[in-house]
């Protein structure tokens, strides 16, 4: 398992980038907590579904690496949070 994550990493590494300071300050005022992670199968891809409170959500189609980038990043912050 950690080989793919490993793999996956150096895959999307490329599309990584940070987000700019104005961009997180201008969605502060309606950014909402997710309550609820949906992973499902697609085919070939996953499709990931969060959805918050008020049951508004995004909702988009992955390939394995980006999927395996997300659940790093989700695990990276869950570490930092604790």
């Known amino acids: 398992m950690a080989f793919e994550r490993d793999a996956a990493i150096a895959k999307t ?16 005022g309606t950014a909402e907590l997710a309550e609820r992670l949906t992973i499902s199968r697609e085919r070939e891809t996953f499709r990931l579904e ?18 395996q980038r997300i659940l790093q990043m989700l695990n990276i912050a ?3 949070a604790n």
């Open 50 to 67: 969060l959805r918050g409170q008020g049951e508004q959500g995004a909702a988009s189609a992955v390939n394995r690496a980006e999927l």
């Open 13 to 28: 590494a490329q599309a990584m980038s940070s987000t700019p300071p104005a961009v997180l300050k201008a969605s502060t």
């Open 78 to 80: 869950v570490m930092q």
